[in-house]
């Protein structure tokens, strides 16, 4: 999994440097920086629903009167 993200960063940056050579910086960053923001918002959003199935199964499964009625 690490080489299929490594091999990704390395195309991502190779694609980067041919727009950048091409076109010149101010276009490439029209394109990249929404794709880049929205990465980003999606990646946190991934990142929010992962801590809110964590909490909820937290709370959901370790509540306090189970431990009270288990040591009474």
């Known amino acids: 999994m690490k080489s299929m993200r490594r091999l990704g960063l390395v195309l991502t940056v190779l694609f980067l440097g041919i727009i950048v050579g091409n076109f010149g910086i101010r276009p490439a960053l029209l394109v990249f920086v929404p794709l880049f923001t ?5 990646w946190d959003e991934k990142k929010y629903r992962q801590s809110e199935r964590r909490r909820i199964h ?5 509540h306090e009167p189970y431990y009270r009625s288990r040591q009474s």
């Open 38 to 42: 929205l990465w980003f918002m999606l």
């Open 58 to 62: 937290e709370d959901h499964f370790y």
